[in-house]
Protein backbone atom coordinates (compact mmCIF):
# COMPACT_ATOMS: atom_id res chain seq x y z
CA UNK A 1 0.00 0.00 0.00
CA UNK A 2 1.03 3.57 -1.05
CA UNK A 3 0.52 6.87 0.25
CA UNK A 4 -0.74 10.66 -1.56
CA UNK A 5 -2.22 13.65 -0.47
CA UNK A 6 -5.35 15.54 -0.26
CA UNK A 7 -3.42 18.65 -2.55
CA UNK A 8 -2.66 16.30 -5.60
CA UNK A 9 0.52 15.47 -5.13
CA UNK A 10 0.64 12.54 -6.43
CA UNK A 11 4.11 11.08 -5.60
CA UNK A 12 3.29 7.26 -3.57
CA UNK A 13 4.91 7.00 0.05
CA UNK A 14 5.35 4.25 1.58
CA UNK A 15 4.18 3.77 5.47
CA UNK A 16 7.14 4.17 7.26
CA UNK A 17 7.87 7.16 5.11
CA UNK A 18 4.73 9.00 6.39
CA UNK A 19 4.85 7.72 9.65
CA UNK A 20 7.10 10.75 11.18
CA UNK A 21 5.56 13.11 9.67
CA UNK A 22 2.83 15.80 10.05
CA UNK A 23 1.77 17.83 7.08
CA UNK A 24 2.30 16.65 3.36
CA UNK A 25 5.16 18.69 1.54
CA UNK A 26 2.54 20.17 -0.30
CA UNK A 27 0.05 21.09 2.97
CA UNK A 28 -1.88 18.03 2.68
CA UNK A 29 -2.65 15.26 5.12
CA UNK A 30 -1.47 11.74 3.46
CA UNK A 31 -3.90 9.10 2.25
CA UNK A 32 -3.66 5.63 1.24
CA UNK A 33 -3.87 5.53 -2.31
CA UNK A 34 -7.12 3.14 -2.42
CA UNK A 35 -8.97 1.63 0.74
CA UNK A 36 -8.64 -2.19 0.77
CA UNK A 37 -12.18 -4.16 0.31
CA UNK A 38 -13.03 -6.59 3.00
CA UNK A 39 -15.40 -9.75 1.74
CA UNK A 40 -17.76 -11.80 3.44
CA UNK A 41 -15.36 -14.14 4.32
CA UNK A 42 -12.57 -12.16 5.80
CA UNK A 43 -14.72 -10.47 8.36
CA UNK A 44 -16.54 -13.61 9.24
CA UNK A 45 -12.47 -15.15 10.28
CA UNK A 46 -11.99 -11.72 12.05
CA UNK A 47 -14.59 -12.33 14.10
CA UNK A 48 -13.17 -14.62 16.16
CA UNK A 49 -9.56 -12.93 16.36
CA UNK A 50 -7.70 -11.13 19.59
CA UNK A 51 -7.72 -7.37 19.90
CA UNK A 52 -4.20 -7.91 18.70
CA UNK A 53 -4.85 -10.07 15.99
CA UNK A 54 -7.39 -8.01 14.45
CA UNK A 55 -5.10 -4.89 14.65
CA UNK A 56 -2.35 -7.09 13.03
CA UNK A 57 -4.84 -7.78 10.30
CA UNK A 58 -5.81 -4.43 9.50
CA UNK A 59 -2.42 -2.66 9.64
CA UNK A 60 -0.82 -5.38 7.33
CA UNK A 61 -3.13 -4.42 4.53
CA UNK A 62 -2.28 -0.71 4.76
CA UNK A 63 1.70 -1.23 6.35
CA UNK A 64 3.97 -3.17 3.96
CA UNK A 65 7.50 -2.01 4.69
CA UNK A 66 7.53 -3.52 8.14
CA UNK A 67 8.37 -7.32 7.73
CA UNK A 68 5.38 -9.26 9.11
CA UNK A 69 6.50 -11.22 12.11
CA UNK A 70 8.32 -7.63 13.51
CA UNK A 71 4.76 -6.02 12.94
CA UNK A 72 3.24 -8.93 15.07
CA UNK A 73 5.54 -8.56 17.59
CA UNK A 74 5.18 -4.86 17.97
CA UNK A 75 1.32 -5.09 17.99
CA UNK A 76 1.25 -7.94 20.66
CA UNK A 77 3.41 -5.89 22.79
CA UNK A 78 0.87 -2.55 22.39
CA UNK A 79 -2.66 -4.18 22.70
CA UNK A 80 -2.14 -6.39 26.50
CA UNK A 81 -4.40 -6.72 29.50
CA UNK A 82 -1.62 -5.18 31.28
CA UNK A 83 -2.26 -1.85 29.77
CA UNK A 84 -5.92 -2.06 29.15
CA UNK A 85 -7.60 -4.06 32.19
CA UNK A 86 -9.56 -6.33 29.91
CA UNK A 87 -8.60 -9.36 27.33
CA UNK A 88 -11.18 -7.53 24.98
CA UNK A 89 -9.05 -4.70 25.33
CA UNK A 90 -12.38 -2.21 24.07
CA UNK A 91 -15.35 -4.13 25.49
CA UNK A 92 -18.56 -2.86 24.84
CA UNK A 93 -21.49 -2.67 26.99
CA UNK A 94 -25.28 -2.69 26.70
CA UNK A 95 -27.28 0.35 28.33
CA UNK A 96 -30.71 -0.22 26.81
CA UNK A 97 -32.14 -2.30 23.90
CA UNK A 98 -30.29 -0.90 21.01
CA UNK A 99 -27.72 1.40 22.90
CA UNK A 100 -24.36 0.15 23.86
CA UNK A 101 -20.98 2.09 24.80
CA UNK A 102 -17.64 0.30 23.51
CA UNK A 103 -14.78 1.26 26.23
CA UNK A 104 -11.77 3.21 24.89
CA UNK A 105 -10.36 4.89 27.83
CA UNK A 106 -9.59 1.94 29.93
CA UNK A 107 -5.54 2.38 28.84
CA UNK A 108 -2.85 4.76 31.03
CA UNK A 109 -4.11 8.15 30.84
CA UNK A 110 -7.91 7.35 30.78
CA UNK A 111 -8.93 8.56 27.58
CA UNK A 112 -8.99 6.83 24.02
CA UNK A 113 -6.12 8.64 22.85
CA UNK A 114 -3.83 6.18 23.96
CA UNK A 115 -5.62 3.22 22.15
CA UNK A 116 -3.64 5.10 19.11
CA UNK A 117 -0.06 6.50 20.53
CA UNK A 118 0.34 3.08 22.85
CA UNK A 119 0.74 1.95 19.07
CA UNK A 120 2.65 4.95 17.63
CA UNK A 121 5.11 4.32 20.60
CA UNK A 122 6.33 1.48 19.99
CA UNK A 123 6.18 2.05 15.66
CA UNK A 124 8.84 5.14 16.08
CA UNK A 125 10.75 3.35 18.42
CA UNK A 126 11.04 0.13 15.97
CA UNK A 127 11.46 2.80 13.17
CA UNK A 128 14.06 5.32 14.84
CA UNK A 129 16.62 2.20 15.91
CA UNK A 130 15.96 1.07 12.15
CA UNK A 131 17.67 4.16 10.85
CA UNK A 132 19.51 4.60 13.61
CA UNK A 133 18.27 8.28 14.12
CA UNK A 134 16.68 9.88 17.41
CA UNK A 135 13.75 12.07 17.56
CA UNK A 136 12.97 14.89 19.74
CA UNK A 137 8.76 15.42 20.03
CA UNK A 138 7.66 19.13 20.76
CA UNK A 139 4.10 19.85 21.64
CA UNK A 140 1.91 21.91 23.50
CA UNK A 141 -1.25 20.01 25.79
CA UNK A 142 -3.84 21.28 27.71
CA UNK A 143 -4.46 17.34 28.92
CA UNK A 144 -5.21 14.64 26.90
CA UNK A 145 -3.30 14.78 24.03
CA UNK A 146 0.07 15.27 25.76
CA UNK A 147 -0.45 12.67 28.78
CA UNK A 148 -1.53 10.14 26.13
CA UNK A 149 1.93 11.21 23.98
CA UNK A 150 4.40 10.51 27.55
CA UNK A 151 3.33 8.01 28.43
CA UNK A 152 3.37 5.90 24.83
CA UNK A 153 6.88 7.78 24.54
CA UNK A 154 8.31 6.99 28.08
CA UNK A 155 11.17 5.15 28.41
CA UNK A 156 11.48 4.70 24.36
CA UNK A 157 14.62 4.68 23.02
CA UNK A 158 15.54 7.51 20.86
CA UNK A 159 13.11 9.20 21.80
CA UNK A 160 12.79 12.51 23.81
CA UNK A 161 9.57 14.36 24.40
CA UNK A 162 9.43 18.04 25.47
CA UNK A 163 5.73 19.23 26.58
CA UNK A 164 4.73 22.92 27.08
CA UNK A 165 1.78 23.05 28.89
CA UNK A 166 -0.23 26.11 30.61
CA UNK A 167 1.15 26.53 34.37
CA UNK A 168 -1.38 25.94 37.23
CA UNK A 169 -4.63 25.79 34.71
CA UNK A 170 -4.01 21.84 34.20
CA UNK A 171 -6.43 20.23 36.84
CA UNK A 172 -4.49 18.55 39.53
CA UNK A 173 -5.34 15.10 38.30
CA UNK A 174 -3.90 16.16 35.05
CA UNK A 175 -1.22 17.07 36.27
CA UNK A 176 -0.38 14.80 38.45
CA UNK A 177 -0.53 12.12 35.29
CA UNK A 178 2.16 14.18 33.73
CA UNK A 179 4.34 15.16 36.07
CA UNK A 180 4.55 12.13 37.97
CA UNK A 181 6.72 10.00 35.30
CA UNK A 182 10.26 9.07 36.49
CA UNK A 183 11.52 8.67 33.25
CA UNK A 184 14.39 10.39 31.93
CA UNK A 185 13.28 11.22 28.24
CA UNK A 186 9.91 12.83 29.74
CA UNK A 187 10.73 16.73 29.97
CA UNK A 188 7.48 18.71 31.22
CA UNK A 189 7.84 22.51 30.98
CA UNK A 190 5.12 24.93 32.52
CA UNK A 191 4.55 28.27 31.14
CA UNK A 192 3.69 31.19 32.79
CA UNK A 193 1.14 31.85 30.29
CA UNK A 194 -2.12 30.33 28.78
CA UNK A 195 -2.00 27.50 26.20
CA UNK A 196 -1.99 29.55 23.13
CA UNK A 197 0.82 30.91 24.60
CA UNK A 198 2.16 27.03 24.51
CA UNK A 199 1.39 26.63 21.02
CA UNK A 200 3.02 29.55 19.93
CA UNK A 201 6.33 28.89 21.00
CA UNK A 202 6.11 25.18 19.58
CA UNK A 203 5.45 27.00 16.42
CA UNK A 204 7.98 29.57 16.90
CA UNK A 205 10.23 26.63 18.13
CA UNK A 206 9.10 24.44 14.28
CA UNK A 207 9.83 27.58 12.22
CA UNK A 208 13.42 27.80 12.86
CA UNK A 209 14.23 25.41 10.23
CA UNK A 210 18.02 25.35 10.98
CA UNK A 211 17.29 24.09 15.07
CA UNK A 212 14.16 21.98 13.96
CA UNK A 213 16.70 20.52 11.42
CA UNK A 214 19.83 19.81 13.94
CA UNK A 215 17.56 18.99 16.77
CA UNK A 216 15.16 16.12 14.86
CA UNK A 217 12.07 18.24 16.13
CA UNK A 218 8.71 16.45 15.30
CA UNK A 219 5.59 16.04 16.68
CA UNK A 220 2.75 13.63 17.44
CA UNK A 221 -0.33 15.71 16.07
CA UNK A 222 -3.60 14.46 15.45
CA UNK A 223 -3.05 14.29 11.58
CA UNK A 224 -0.68 11.71 11.58
CA UNK A 225 -1.69 8.94 10.00
CA UNK A 226 -0.59 5.59 11.87
CA UNK A 227 -2.91 7.42 14.87
CA UNK A 228 -5.58 7.39 12.15
CA UNK A 229 -5.06 3.81 11.02
CA UNK A 230 -4.64 2.45 14.69
CA UNK A 231 -8.67 3.95 15.64
CA UNK A 232 -9.94 1.85 12.80
CA UNK A 233 -9.63 -1.56 14.91
CA UNK A 234 -11.89 -0.54 17.37
CA UNK A 235 -14.61 0.00 15.10
CA UNK A 236 -14.13 -3.76 13.77
CA UNK A 237 -14.27 -4.83 17.41
CA UNK A 238 -16.96 -3.12 18.34
CA UNK A 239 -19.20 -4.08 15.27
CA UNK A 240 -18.00 -7.58 16.23
CA UNK A 241 -19.66 -7.41 19.85
CA UNK A 242 -22.50 -6.12 19.02
CA UNK A 243 -23.96 -8.41 15.68
CA UNK A 244 -23.24 -12.75 15.20
CA UNK A 245 -23.68 -12.30 11.24
CA UNK A 246 -22.50 -9.61 8.52
CA UNK A 247 -25.47 -8.74 7.13
CA UNK A 248 -26.43 -6.74 10.44
CA UNK A 249 -25.54 -3.15 10.60
CA UNK A 250 -24.49 -0.96 13.24
CA UNK A 251 -23.70 2.98 13.83
CA UNK A 252 -21.37 4.32 15.66
CA UNK A 253 -21.85 8.02 17.41
CA UNK A 254 -18.59 9.83 17.98
CA UNK A 255 -17.84 12.58 20.44
CA UNK A 256 -15.33 14.66 18.27
CA UNK A 257 -13.26 17.55 18.01
CA UNK A 258 -10.35 17.62 15.06
CA UNK A 259 -12.45 14.53 13.65
CA UNK A 260 -9.50 11.74 13.72
CA UNK A 261 -11.48 9.56 15.52
CA UNK A 262 -14.73 9.50 13.31
CA UNK A 263 -12.97 9.59 10.13
CA UNK A 264 -10.94 5.95 11.23
CA UNK A 265 -15.01 5.15 11.10
CA UNK A 266 -15.22 6.53 7.52
CA UNK A 267 -11.82 4.49 7.09
CA UNK A 268 -13.44 1.30 8.60
CA UNK A 269 -16.71 1.74 6.72
CA UNK A 270 -14.88 2.31 3.16
CA UNK A 271 -13.23 -0.89 3.77
CA UNK A 272 -16.76 -2.63 3.52
CA UNK A 273 -17.31 -3.01 7.39
CA UNK A 274 -21.38 -2.97 7.62
CA UNK A 275 -22.04 0.65 9.03
CA UNK A 276 -24.94 2.29 8.79
CA UNK A 277 -24.41 5.77 9.72
CA UNK A 278 -21.06 7.64 11.41
CA UNK A 279 -22.79 10.07 13.82
CA UNK A 280 -20.64 12.71 14.55
CA UNK A 281 -21.19 14.52 18.21
CA UNK A 282 -20.02 17.85 19.01
CA UNK A 283 -20.12 20.46 22.19
CA UNK A 284 -21.09 24.28 21.78
CA UNK A 285 -17.84 24.27 19.55
CA UNK A 286 -20.15 23.54 16.39
CA UNK A 287 -17.97 23.71 13.28
CA UNK A 288 -18.47 20.10 12.24
CA UNK A 289 -22.24 20.18 13.10
CA UNK A 290 -23.22 23.05 11.26
CA UNK A 291 -20.85 21.77 7.84
CA UNK A 292 -22.52 18.37 8.06
CA UNK A 293 -26.14 19.81 8.24
CA UNK A 294 -25.28 22.45 5.97
CA UNK A 295 -22.35 22.04 3.62
CA UNK A 296 -20.72 25.29 5.05
CA UNK A 297 -17.38 25.01 6.90
CA UNK A 298 -16.30 28.31 8.81
CA UNK A 299 -13.50 28.13 10.81
CA UNK A 300 -13.87 29.94 14.31
CA UNK A 301 -12.14 33.13 15.76
CA UNK A 302 -10.18 31.98 18.74
CA UNK A 303 -12.37 34.53 20.39
CA UNK A 304 -15.34 32.32 18.63
CA UNK A 305 -14.04 29.06 20.60
CA UNK A 306 -16.12 28.55 23.90
CA UNK A 307 -14.26 26.93 26.25
CA UNK A 308 -16.99 23.84 27.53
CA UNK A 309 -17.04 21.36 29.85
CA UNK A 310 -16.30 19.17 26.96
CA UNK A 311 -12.45 20.62 26.80
CA UNK A 312 -11.25 17.78 24.50
CA UNK A 313 -13.60 18.90 21.77
CA UNK A 314 -13.19 22.30 21.95
CA UNK A 315 -11.53 23.28 18.64
CA UNK A 316 -11.97 26.06 15.55
CA UNK A 317 -11.38 24.01 12.70
CA UNK A 318 -11.18 20.37 12.17
CA UNK A 319 -7.60 19.38 11.26
CA UNK A 320 -8.15 15.85 10.27
CA UNK A 321 -11.48 16.89 8.16
CA UNK A 322 -9.76 17.69 4.66
CA UNK A 323 -8.82 13.76 4.46
CA UNK A 324 -13.42 13.05 4.30
CA UNK A 325 -13.59 15.90 1.79
CA UNK A 326 -11.23 14.17 -0.43
CA UNK A 327 -13.14 10.89 -0.76
CA UNK A 328 -16.46 13.29 -0.47
CA UNK A 329 -14.93 15.35 -3.31
CA UNK A 330 -14.29 11.84 -5.86
CA UNK A 331 -10.61 12.35 -4.61
CA UNK A 332 -10.14 15.81 -6.69
CA UNK A 333 -6.88 16.92 -4.91
CA UNK A 334 -7.27 20.27 -7.17
CA UNK A 335 -10.57 21.01 -5.79
CA UNK A 336 -9.19 19.86 -2.22
CA UNK A 337 -6.34 22.29 -2.56
CA UNK A 338 -8.16 25.30 -3.73
CA UNK A 339 -10.67 25.23 -0.75
CA UNK A 340 -8.43 24.34 1.91
CA UNK A 341 -5.41 26.40 0.62
CA UNK A 342 -6.59 29.33 -0.75
CA UNK A 343 -10.09 29.29 0.49
CA UNK A 344 -9.45 29.50 3.79
CA UNK A 345 -6.83 31.83 4.04
CA UNK A 346 -8.85 33.88 2.41
CA UNK A 347 -12.70 33.27 3.38
CA UNK A 348 -12.24 31.85 6.39
CA UNK A 349 -13.90 28.28 4.77
CA UNK A 350 -16.05 27.58 2.00
CA UNK A 351 -19.59 25.80 1.24
CA UNK A 352 -20.07 22.98 -1.39
CA UNK A 353 -22.06 23.10 -4.14
CA UNK A 354 -25.92 21.54 -3.10
CA UNK A 355 -24.59 18.44 -5.27
CA UNK A 356 -21.51 18.26 -3.26
CA UNK A 357 -23.76 18.55 -0.17
CA UNK A 358 -25.81 16.09 -1.00
CA UNK A 359 -23.28 13.07 -1.49
CA UNK A 360 -22.66 13.22 2.35
CA UNK A 361 -25.57 10.98 3.07
CA UNK A 362 -23.92 8.01 0.69
CA UNK A 363 -20.65 8.35 3.68
CA UNK A 364 -23.37 7.85 6.20
CA UNK A 365 -22.69 11.12 7.77
CA UNK A 366 -25.22 12.59 10.43
CA UNK A 367 -24.47 15.32 13.14
CA UNK A 368 -25.64 16.79 16.08
CA UNK A 369 -24.63 19.21 19.12
CA UNK A 370 -24.69 19.03 22.50
CA UNK A 371 -24.55 21.87 25.73
CA UNK A 372 -23.42 21.94 29.13
CA UNK A 373 -27.01 21.54 30.34
CA UNK A 374 -27.28 18.64 28.14
CA UNK A 375 -24.22 17.03 29.03
CA UNK A 376 -25.20 17.37 32.99
CA UNK A 377 -28.70 15.55 32.01
CA UNK A 378 -27.45 12.91 30.19
CA UNK A 379 -24.38 11.89 32.83
CA UNK A 380 -27.26 12.45 35.42
CA UNK A 381 -29.99 10.18 33.56
CA UNK A 382 -27.11 7.41 32.66
CA UNK A 383 -25.87 7.38 36.45
CA UNK A 384 -29.84 7.19 37.61
CA UNK A 385 -31.67 4.57 35.36
CA UNK A 386 -28.41 2.80 34.53
CA UNK A 387 -25.92 3.25 37.84
CA UNK A 388 -23.35 3.97 34.63
CA UNK A 389 -21.02 7.08 34.83
CA UNK A 390 -19.76 8.40 31.88
CA UNK A 391 -17.52 11.39 30.98
CA UNK A 392 -18.76 14.38 29.43
CA UNK A 393 -17.43 13.89 26.60
CA UNK A 394 -19.14 10.53 26.18
CA UNK A 395 -22.45 12.16 27.40
CA UNK A 396 -22.13 14.61 24.10
CA UNK A 397 -21.93 11.36 21.73
CA UNK A 398 -24.45 9.59 23.94
CA UNK A 399 -27.03 12.54 23.71
CA UNK A 400 -26.33 13.14 20.04
CA UNK A 401 -26.35 9.46 19.05
CA UNK A 402 -29.88 8.46 20.84
CA UNK A 403 -31.39 11.62 18.39
CA UNK A 404 -30.20 9.15 15.53
CA UNK A 405 -31.53 5.96 16.47
CA UNK A 406 -33.53 4.26 14.36
CA UNK A 407 -35.17 0.51 14.72
CA UNK A 408 -32.86 -2.69 13.76
CA UNK A 409 -29.55 -1.10 14.18
CA UNK A 410 -27.60 -0.77 17.29
CA UNK A 411 -26.09 2.46 17.98
CA UNK A 412 -22.39 2.16 19.46
CA UNK A 413 -21.44 4.93 21.41
CA UNK A 414 -17.72 5.07 21.88
CA UNK A 415 -16.12 6.13 25.08
CA UNK A 416 -13.50 8.61 24.60
CA UNK A 417 -12.72 9.37 28.40
CA UNK A 418 -13.15 8.29 31.74
CA UNK A 419 -15.95 10.64 34.68
CA UNK A 420 -12.32 10.62 36.63
CA UNK A 421 -10.44 13.19 34.72
CA UNK A 422 -13.44 15.91 34.37
CA UNK A 423 -14.79 15.58 38.49
CA UNK A 424 -15.74 18.73 38.97
CA UNK A 425 -18.43 18.71 36.16
CA UNK A 426 -19.61 15.50 37.59
CA UNK A 427 -19.61 16.77 40.87
CA UNK A 428 -22.19 19.39 39.15
CA UNK A 429 -24.27 16.33 37.88
CA UNK A 430 -24.23 13.95 40.51
CA UNK A 431 -23.32 15.73 43.75
CA UNK A 432 -20.81 12.89 44.53
CA UNK A 433 -16.94 12.34 43.20
CA UNK A 434 -16.83 10.15 40.25
CA UNK A 435 -15.10 6.79 40.39
CA UNK A 436 -11.21 6.30 39.77
CA UNK A 437 -9.51 3.63 39.20
CA UNK A 438 -7.51 1.67 41.60
CA UNK A 439 -4.20 2.16 40.45
CA UNK A 440 -4.79 6.03 40.10
CA UNK A 441 -5.79 6.42 43.74
CA UNK A 442 -3.25 9.03 45.55
CA UNK A 443 -1.24 10.06 42.16
CA UNK A 444 -1.89 13.63 43.49
CA UNK A 445 0.46 12.96 46.27
CA UNK A 446 3.33 11.70 44.01
CA UNK A 447 6.49 14.07 43.58
CA UNK A 448 6.24 16.20 40.99
CA UNK A 449 9.04 16.71 37.54
CA UNK A 450 8.53 20.15 35.63
CA UNK A 451 10.34 22.71 35.01
CA UNK A 452 8.77 26.65 34.91
CA UNK A 453 9.61 29.14 31.69
CA UNK A 454 7.81 32.98 30.81
CA UNK A 455 6.81 32.97 27.64
CA UNK A 456 9.95 32.72 25.85
CA UNK A 457 10.55 30.88 22.87
CA UNK A 458 14.34 31.24 23.32
CA UNK A 459 14.36 29.38 26.84
CA UNK A 460 12.76 26.34 25.66
CA UNK A 461 15.35 26.34 22.59
CA UNK A 462 17.99 26.42 25.45
CA UNK A 463 16.23 23.47 27.12
CA UNK A 464 16.02 21.22 24.70
CA UNK A 465 19.85 22.12 23.33
CA UNK A 466 21.76 21.57 27.07
CA UNK A 467 19.10 17.62 27.57
CA UNK A 468 19.56 16.80 23.64
CA UNK A 469 23.70 16.70 24.76
CA UNK A 470 22.54 15.07 27.99
C1 LIG B 1 -9.34 14.08 21.56
C2 LIG B 1 -10.63 13.80 22.21
C3 LIG B 1 -11.86 13.88 21.50
C4 LIG B 1 -11.93 14.34 20.05
O1 LIG B 1 -11.40 13.37 19.16
P1 LIG B 1 -11.03 13.77 17.68
O2 LIG B 1 -10.31 12.60 17.13
O3 LIG B 1 -10.13 14.99 17.78
O4 LIG B 1 -12.29 14.09 16.95
C5 LIG B 1 -13.03 13.53 22.15
N1 LIG B 1 -13.02 13.16 23.45
C6 LIG B 1 -11.87 13.08 24.16
C7 LIG B 1 -11.95 12.68 25.60
C8 LIG B 1 -10.64 13.38 23.58
O5 LIG B 1 -9.51 13.31 24.31
Not at 17 to 45: N, Q, S, V
Request: with cysteine.
Amino acid sequence: MNYITTRGDQTERHFCEILLEGLAPDGGLYLPTHYPKIDDATLTRWRGLSYAQLAFEILSMFIDDIPPADLKALVERTYTKATYGTDTIVPVRKLEDGLFIEALSNGPTLAFKDMAMQLLGQLFEYELARRGEELNILGATSGDTGSAAEYAMRGKKGVRVFMLSPHGRMSPFQQAQMFSLPDANIHNITVEGVFDDCQDIVKAVSNDLEFKRRHKIGTVNSINWARLLAQVVYYFAGYFQVTCANDQKVSFAVPSGNFGNVCAGHVARMMGLPIEQLVVATNENDVLDEFFRTGTYRVRASAETWETSSPSMDISKASNFERFVFDLLGRDGARVSALFGAGLARDGGFTLTADEHARIARFGFVSGKSTHADRLATIRDTWQRHQDMIDTHTADGLKVGREHMRPGTPMVVLETALPAKFAATIEEALGRAPTRPAALEGIESLPKRFVVMPVDAQRVKDYIDEHCRA
